[in-house]
């Protein structure tokens, strides 16, 4: 039996606070240097990690899938992520620029004040994005598992600037899917991931990148069941500084199965182009 992502956060605080002063007090590339190191300790010390790159590298038919140079590459585009992410969240995020594919279909839908469901993946960097929704006339709501340590989180609260959004933690009961639906009837935008679950969830099962992998059921039963339109959302890093995020057209009245297939065709695409921005660090096929 594969082993499921545990829901978990491995981050700690004094690897937060050293980058959260670093982005506060000297120029960005300042941070990124500082990664260097920290991937290469991934590198050598992360056993899973290494082996779940290995084992997507080689779902996507790269060349030599066990070259250290994929995996070296990968664990710096995801420290990246993460600075990126804590810059914006910080207020120092000036240097880094975002381009818009599709972007008026989300106005088109905030028009129409009765709310949409946002579908991302860990593959680049979707955390980010959504600090750029203010463009967006509408309400913004990011469904996340509160896993992070609360001494982490109050860090990051005591550090953020104008943060654009709220957060609906994902509970143990039922009720952050009642957040969900009052979120959507006022016509908010509703952002979650939809590749991880974790034991005891619900799951729907295709072939992913030429393997069968399993994907958690319910945002796709929730986009159909609560009849909202659905869009599938990126945010890729393309260049040193700089973001492509885009949106795919609207999906509505469509069972679960089928949104499931259209997020699975795009997810597939947007690996392949940006094979380096992979972020799921665990076995991720079935056995």
């Known amino acids: 039996m594969t082993e499921r992502w545990s829901g978990q956060s491995q981050a700690g605080k004094a690897g937060f606070s050293i980058f959260l002063w ?3 007090h000297l120029p960005l590339i300042f941070s990124y240097l500082l990664l260097y190191p920290v991937a290469a300790f991934y590198l050598f010390f992360s056993k899973k990690a290494n082996l ?18 994929h995996r070296y590459k990968s664990f710096l585009n995801f420290g990246q992520s993460l600075v990126d992410k804590l810059a914006v969240y910080a207020g120092k995020g000036n240097r880094i620029t975002f381009d818009f594919e599709n972007e008026q279909e989300l106005h088109r839908l905030a028009s129409t004040g ?3 469901l946002l579908l991302g993946a860990h593959l680049g960097n979707w955390e980010i994005a959504g600090q750029l929704l203010y463009r967006i006339d ?6 996340m598992r509160d896993n992070e340590e609360e001494k982490i989180k109050q860090l990051l609260e005591q550090h953020s600037k104008g943060k654009s959004f709220s957060i609906i933690p994902i509970s143990d009961d039922a009720s952050f899917i009642i957040s969900i639906k009052n979120a959507l009837a006022a016509g908010g935008l509703v952002c ?50 700089h973001y492509q995020f885009s949106c795919s057209q609207a999906y509505t009245d469509m069972s679960p199965e089928d949104l499931f297939q259209r997020y699975l065709n795009l997810l597939e695409e947007k690996a392949k182009l940006y094979p380096y921005q992979w972020y799921n660090f665990y076995p991720f096929w079935e056995d």
């Open 22 to 24: 670093w982005i506060q």
């Open 52 to 69: 779940s790159l290995i084992e997507y590298f080689q779902q996507l038919q790269v060349a030599n899938p066990d070259s250290i140079h």
């Open 114 to 116: 009765k709310g949409a």
């Open 138 to 143: 509408a309400p913004i709501h990011i469904v």
């Open 192 to 241: 979650m991931h939809a590749d991880r679950y974790m034991s005891g969830m619900r799951t729907l099962k295709s072939t992913f990148l030429g393997r069968v992998a399993h994907f958690p059921f319910g945002p796709f039963f929730m986009g159909s069941k609560l009849k909202v339109p659905i869009v599938f959302v990126y945010a890729m890093k393309d260049s040193l500084y």
